[in-house]
C-alpha cells in the first residue's frame, strides 16, 4: 500500500512540473529576446523644432532586423512601423520637404531593399453622439465630427521609450485628447488593465479622452482609425477566444486587425486590443465599459491627413474602422468625463495570454487530486478483494 501512494504522489508530482517548467520556459525565452532601443526627436533636424508638430523615431535593433517606430503630429496622429532586415537600417528625412507636407518621398528607410512590411495607424476622428433612447448605436444623432488632423497639438513630451502627445480642438471649452505610445525592448505585461501581454516586436498606444464638455448629457463616442499600409494592409478584423480572464477580469476575447488571410505570415503587422474601455484614470473591474468595433472597410477618398503618411507611401492602401465606447445600460461619458482605451501595434504573431503558474498550479492540483483518489480507490478496493480471496480454504 505504501508503495502504491509513492507511486501516486510521484506522478502528480511529475505532472506538476510538466506544467510549471512549459510555462517557466516559455516566459524565458519571451525575457530572453531583448532589442536595443534608441529615442531621437525631430531626427536628422537641427533646433528649432518644426513648426506643426514633432516626428519621434524609436529604433529597435534585433540580432538581424530593425524595428522602425515614427510617431508624428503633423496632420493627424500617425504611428509608422517599418520593420527591415538590416541591424543597420536607417531613417532619412528631407525636412524642408517633409514640411511642405505634400511630397512622397521626404521620408525613407535607407536602404529601401531591407524593407519587409510597413503599416500605419492614423487617428482620424473623433465622434460624438447624443445617445437619447440609450441604444449606442450611433445613427442620425452624430453631431459634427472632430478631425483630429485639425487640433492643436503640444509638443511631445518624452520619457525613456515612451512618448505623451495630447491636444485639443479649436471648439473645446475644456478637456483634452491624448495619446501615450509605449516601445517594449523585451516580452513583459502592462500593469495597468487592460493589462495587455506584449512582446519585444510590439509597441502599445493608451487614448485617453479627459475632461471635454460633452454636447449632450447623453453623449457617447466613438474613435474613427484608418490602416495605411502598402500592397497588404490590415483590411480583416479577427476574434480569438479565450477561457481564461485571469489577467483582464470578465473580458474573454482579444481583437486583431490583420492583413488578408493569403498574406498573414510571421512578419505580418498587426493591431491587437481586447474590447474594454475605462472611465477612470486609475482603471478598475468596476469602471469598465465594453467597446465595439465596426468591419474594416475601404477609405478611398475618405483619408485623413497625415504628413507622415504623405511623405513615406507613394500610393498607399487605407481601410477604416470605428470602435465605439459603451453599450446600452452603461453609464454616459457625462458621469465621469473620462474615457481610456489601449491597443497594441506590432510585427509577427500577436502575443496570446496563456495561464500563469498560480492558475497552472491551481489546475494541478484540482484535477489530479480527484484523479488520484479515483485510482487510489480502485486500486484499495482490488487489493481487499484480493485478501478476500487469498483467506478461503476450499473444502475436499
Excluded at 524565458?28 to 537641427?46: D, I
Aim: with cysteine.
Amino acid at each position: 500500500m505504501a508503495a502504491l501512494w509513492s507511486c501516486g504522489a510521484f506522478c502528480f508530482y511529475l505532472l506538476f512540473l510538466l506544467l510549471v517548467s512549459s510555462e517557466s520556459q516559455r516566459v524565458f525565452r519571451g525575457e530572453s529576446f531583448r532589442r536595443k532601443l534608441s529615442v531621437e526627436l525631430n531626427p536628422g533636424r537641427p533646433a528649432p523644432p518644426p513648426p506643426g508638430g514633432d516626428l519621434l523615431h524609436v529604433r529597435a535593433v534585433g540580432l538581424n532586423d530593425t524595428l522602425h517606430f515614427l510617431f508624428c503630429s503633423q496632420g493627424a496622429p500617425t504611428l509608422l512601423l517599418v520593420h527591415t532586415n538590416s541591424s543597420s537600417s536607417t531613417v532619412e528625412v528631407d525636412w524642408p520637404q517633409f514640411l511642405m507636407r505634400n511630397v512622397s518621398g521626404s521620408l525613407r528607410v535607407e536602404p529601401e531593399s531591407s524593407i519587409l512590411q510597413s503599416n500605419a495607424i492614423v487617428f482620424s476622428r473623433l465622434l460624438e453622439y447624443d445617445d437619447v433612447n440609450d441604444t449606442a448605436n450611433a445613427t442620425s444623432d452624430l453631431f459634427p465630427p472632430y478631425d483630429l488632423q485639425d487640433f492643436t497639438w503640444a509638443p511631445l513630451n518624452l520619457s525613456g521609450a515612451s512618448a505623451l502627445l495630447c491636444g485639443a480642438a479649436a471648439t473645446f471649452a475644456n478637456g483634452s485628447l491624448c495619446l501615450k505610445l509605449t516601445v517594449f525592448d523585451s516580452e513583459g505585461r502592462d500593469q495597468m488593465l487592460p493589462r495587455l501581454l506584449h512582446s519585444a516586436n510590439s509597441s502599445q498606444l493608451e487614448v485617453w479622452l479627459d475632461g471635454l464638455l460633452p454636447r449632450a448629457s447623453r453623449s457617447r463616442f466613438l474613435l474613427e482609425l484608418q490602416a495605411v499600409g502598402g500592397a497588404y494592409p490590415l483590411s480583416r478584423v479577427e476574434v480569438r477566444r479565450s477561457i481564461d480572464d485571469e489577467f483582464t477580469p470578465t473580458i474573454f476575447k482579444v481583437l486583431q486587425w490583420l492583413p488578408p488571410l493569403n498574406r498573414t505570415s510571421h512578419g505580418s503587422g498587426f493591431l491587437q486590443w481586447k474590447p474594454v474601455s475605462y472611465r477612470r484614470s486609475s482603471p478598475s473591474v468596476e469602471e469598465g465599459s465594453p467597446t465595439r468595433s465596426s468591419l474594416p472597410r475601404p477609405q478611398r477618398g475618405e483619408e485623413a491627413f497625415s504628413a507622415l503618411i504623405t511623405a513615406f507611401y507613394a500610393e498607399p492602401e487605407t481601410f477604416g474602422m470605428n470602435v465605439s465606447f459603451g453599450i446600452s445600460g452603461e453609464p454616459f461619458y457625462n458621469r465621469t468625463r473620462f474615457l481610456s482605451w489601449t491597443v497594441l501595434m506590432g510585427v509577427g504573431t500577436p502575443p496570446m495570454d496563456s495561464f500563469s503558474p498560480a492558475v497552472l498550479i491551481m489546475m494541478a492540483v484540482g484535477l489530479g487530486t480527484p484523479m488520484m483518489l479515483l485510482v487510489l480507490g480502485g486500486v484499495c478496493i482490488c487489493v481487499r478483494k484480493r485478501a478476500s480471496a487469498s483467506n478461503y480454504e476450499p473444502i475436499n
